[in-house]
């Protein structure tokens, strides 16, 4: 399923499949920015949304084996709601 799919879905409910599409991308548009806040969110019924930051971890180039040591990033991390499946 794209998010284009998702619009067409709303677009049975709302008067128009333009008014989907920005509905659509308002809910993303605010999930992303929650996420570059470093805020959680939790979509009940759904799942969660959380960013957390890896460590500092040692490396080493494959092809020419040289140590490097690989900085801290951000990344999102994904759970399952107890109730998706029920």
Request: charged share 30%.
């Amino acid at each position: 399923m794209t998010k284009n799919d998702i619009a067409t879905a709303l677009s049975k409910i709302l008067s128009s499949k333009k008014e989907a599409d920005a509905a659509v991308n308002k809910v993303f548009e605010e999930i992303i920015n929650a996420l570059k806040n470093s805020e959680k969110v939790v979509i009940t019924g759904f799942g969660s949304f959380n960013v957390f930051e890896t460590k500092t971890k040692n490396g080493r180039n494959p092809k020419t084996g040289e140590k490097l040591v690989i900085a801290p990033m951000k990344k999102i991390k994904f759970k399952l709601s107890k109730d998706f499946f029920d």
